[in-house]
């Protein structure tokens, strides 16, 4: 199947990446508990509650904005707390633990109805001279011109029948277009059922479906300047932050043979970690290399890399995600 027909060509035209710059959309406001504050909304998906990658990206973005210009973000430590409304303002309070020569270190805390709900250690660094070493990339990965797209993949199966399990029409829609990604799976994908080998590891390429650019204040708002000012590098590091939950507890679900669509299902993430290696583009061609770590008690570790279209190691995720199987599943 090729990624270049005409159905391709329809879903690209719908798609765009305006869930991704809305959740970017930051609005200063005075702190309660630390030492900075931006307000922030959470992005409509298909699901009870609101996607991670929320408030990972805006945690990242909330954390970039109290550093100075001459840091980049290196590493960022999460946790998820309570599960968060969608479509509901969550408040990022930053504090400033430490600015040294070299290293910045701040916390941040994400609050909802009054309540914590997500937490995050960040670290920044300005940059330096050092010696560069990249893991090599897995062998035989297919373009991703080669590659059907999720619209592609789920055009033919119909929400409501024996084989789409628990797809409804929005959620079809929304893996098809409604992520700002364009994702194409290297072992096929596990929406409905697992394509390809129940193996514990996956790849998948990634791309913003606009370019990125810039963020200036109160581009996006349209409330005068009250939204916060993201450079380039800031909007794509966030961009990378924002697109890597999305699939990186599917090299467990593939190995465990679950898909995403299996009646009963549960998943949520419990912890985060990304380490950002080097500036990268996110709507560019990025290969996200994934495996399962292991799975126990209900919960399942995932390890991804990403790498440019150079070969070049951008950032490394390590999640944590709880996993419960509906009762009486049965591997399809």
Do not use: N
């Not at 590659?147 to 409804?168: H, K, M, Q, V």
């Not at 990634?206 to 204040?217: H, M, S, T, Y």
């Not at 679900?253 to 998943?267: I, K, S």
């Not at 292991?294 to 490394?316: E, I, N, P």
């Amino acid at each position: 199947m090729s990624g270049e027909s005409a159905q391709t060509t329809a879903a690209m035209e719908t798609a765009g990446s305006s869930t991704l710059l809305a959740a970017l959309e930051l609005t200063p406001c005075e702190p309660e508990h630390f030492d900075l504050a931006w307000s922030a909304t959470t992005q409509y998906c298909p699901w009870p509650k609101a996607y991670g990658g929320d408030m990972v990206a805006q945690a990242a973005a909330a954390a970039m904005l109290s550093v100075d210009a001459d840091r980049r973000l290196h590493s960022m430590h999460s946790y998820f707390m309570r599960p968060v409304d969608i479509g509901a303002e969550v408040r990022y309070e930053v504090e400033l633990l430490r600015d040294g020569r070299g290293y910045s270190t701040r916390q941040v805390r994400a609050y909802q109805g009054g309540k914590p709900v997500y937490t995050a250690l960040a670290s920044f660094q300005v940059p330096e001279d050092g010696a560069e070493l990249t893991p090599a990339l897995p062998a035989g990965i297919p373009a991703p011109e080669t590659l059907p797209t999720s619209a592609e993949y789920l055009a033919d199966i119909e929400p409501g029948t024996p084989e789409a399990g628990t797809l409804t029409p929005a959620a079809k829609e929304y893996w098809s277009s409604g992520r700002s990604f364009d994702m194409r799976h290297v072992r096929g994908p596990v929406y409905v059922r697992v394509e390809g080998e129940r193996t514990t590891t996956q790849a998948v390429w990634v791309r913003a479906f606009e370019d990125l650019g810039a963020v200036p204040a109160g581009a996006l708002g349209g409330a005068g300047s009250t939204v916060a000012a993201l450079d380039l590098e800031q909007v794509h590091t966030a961009a990378l932050a924002y697109v890597c939950d999305y699939t990186i507890i599917e090299p467990t679900l593939r190995a465990l043979g679950h898909a995403w669509a299996d009646p009963g299902l549960v998943t949520a993430s419990l912890d985060h970690a990304m380490w950002f290696h080097r500036p990268a583009r996110a709507d560019e061609w990025l290969l996200y290399v994934q495996e399962a770590a292991g799975a126990q008690s209900g919960r399942g570790l995932g390890l991804g890399r990403f790498f440019d279209s150079d070969g070049r190691l951008v950032a490394t995720v390590a999640q944590e995600a709880m996993i419960r199987p509906g009762r009486g599943h049965s591997s399809r």
